[in-house]
Structures are given as structure tokens and as C-alpha cells.
């Protein structure tokens, strides 16, 4: 039970901390992080919980694809 508290406190920092580099590039995204990261506290059923966490992670997938495709373009792009 502790480790499991551990985990879901260490994610919820790491979510917070990803919400605000987020916010600097794509704010849309760190709004929807932030909400999301509040649906994901212990208070509320697992199964709902779950739901909450797959839809953060759906959405964190596609941040990083986001992210990937501006790292490819700016990697090629020729220096004047």
C-alpha cells in the first residue's frame, strides 16, 4: 500500500512538473494535463481512476508525438 501511494504521489509530481514545461509550448495541453491530474487522486474508484489514467496517457502519447515531429523539423533545418 505504501509503495502504491509512493507511485501515485511521484506521478501526480511528475505530471504537475510536465503540466508546466507543457504550458510553455503548447498550453492548450497543460490546461487538459492539469485537469487530468486531479481525476487521478486515490479518493476515487479504480475503475474510474483507470479510465482517467488511460485517457492522461493517450494524451501524453500524442504531447510526445508533438514534440518528435518539432525535434525532426527543426533538425533539418538548413542553417542560413
Not at 510526445?64 to 518539432?70: D, I, K, S, V, W
Request: charged share 25%; hydrophobic share 45%.
Amino acid at each position: 500500500m505504501a509503495a502504491e501511494i509512493l507511485t501515485e504521489d511521484l506521478l501526480r509530481i511528475s505530471l504537475q512538473r510536465l503540466s508546466c514545461e507543457v504550458v510553455k509550448t503548447y498550453p492548450q495541453f497543460g490546461e487538459v494535463l492539469a485537469k487530468n491530474m486531479l481525476r487521478t487522486c486515490g479518493l476515487i474508484p479504480d475503475l474510474e481512476r483507470a479510465a482517467h489514467y488511460r485517457e492522461l496517457g493517450t494524451l501524453l502519447v500524442d504531447l510526445g508525438r508533438l514534440y518528435l515531429a518539432e525535434a525532426d523539423r527543426l533538425a533539418t533545418v538548413e542553417a542560413p
